[in-house]
């Protein structure tokens, strides 16, 4: 059965002392049964967090990239095994910011899931499309080929511990907002996706996020939607009373 979650990726904001206080909050809430909250808190703080978040047995802690070496001379990169020995259950592979900025490829992204699984920690794997595909109504197509180049290396054992979001580009940071459904309809094709390449049962069982300014007054409707298992939340991730709301929006 797949899960309900609320993953928060804090990109490059807060510092140790804000950082420690909304992990401290989050993980003092009593969380539904159902769900399972995921926060993806910048490097230097996640040891800091992992001991609060220690204290329920809710929430996860999530990396926001990782290197796909297992070591070495890579000056300013971290591997999988330090991220794991800080507390690490997550990591966030292949957000569309890595992408876009830092020319993450496909064939790229496939090496880091693929080292993600082997370290024995679970991947939040992104996808989705830019304003532009939107527009030509190529978001389809553009997606599948995304999964395709970056996920269908795997096995379905592999796949249970892989994490879908979607995250239409064009809905991040904007304002803007993908109807609940158009939300449904692209988390609809992304299970029918993995329904033909892997089975009925794997995609039952893949939760999937969406990912595209999620705030409390529109979660509860996008993730009613049937294809929708939650969100992963940017900016309204980074303060209690925003993220808490949504969190308690199953």
């Avoid at 900016?235 to 199953?250: H, M, R």
Wanted: aromatic share 8%.
């Amino acid at each position: 059965m797949r899960k309900n979650i609320a993953a928060g990726n804090w990109k490059m904001n807060l510092d140790l002392e804000s950082s420690i206080s909304l992990a401290q909050q989050i993980s003092k809430q009593n969380i539904p049964e159902d769900v399972i909250v995921i926060l993806g808190v910048p490097y230097p703080f996640l040891f800091s967090c992992s001991l609060h978040a220690a204290n329920n047995a809710s929430v996860f802690l999530a990396a926001q990239n990782c290197s796909d070496h297992e070591s070495g001379a890579f000056t300013g990169e971290v591997s999988l095994s330090q991220l794991s020995s800080v507390g690490v259950d997550y990591i966030i592979v292949g957000h569309s910011e890595r992408r876009e900025i830092f020319n993450e490829s496909d064939e790229w992204l496939a090496k880091k899931l693929t080292a993600v699984l082997k370290a024995d920690l679970k991947c939040i794997f992104c996808c989705g499309e830019p304003l532009k595909v939107r527009e030509e109504n190529g978001q389809a197509a553009y997606v599948e080929e995304q999964l395709k180049k970056g996920m269908f290396h795997l096995n379905e054992e592999e796949l249970k511990n892989v994490v879908i979001a979607y995250e239409p580009i064009w809905a991040i940071g904007t304002g803007k907002t993908a109807s609940p459904d158009q939300a449904q309809e692209m988390h609809a094709h992304i299970r029918g996706i993995i329904n033909q390449k892997f089975g009925a049962t794997v995609s039952k069982n893949i939760s999937i996020l969406y990912g595209g300014s999620v705030k409390p007054g529109n979660a509860k409707e996008i993730f009613a939607k049937k294809d929708v298992d939650g969100g992963l939340v940017g900016g309204a991730s980074l303060k209690g009373d925003t993220f808490i709301p949504i969190i308690n929006s199953f």
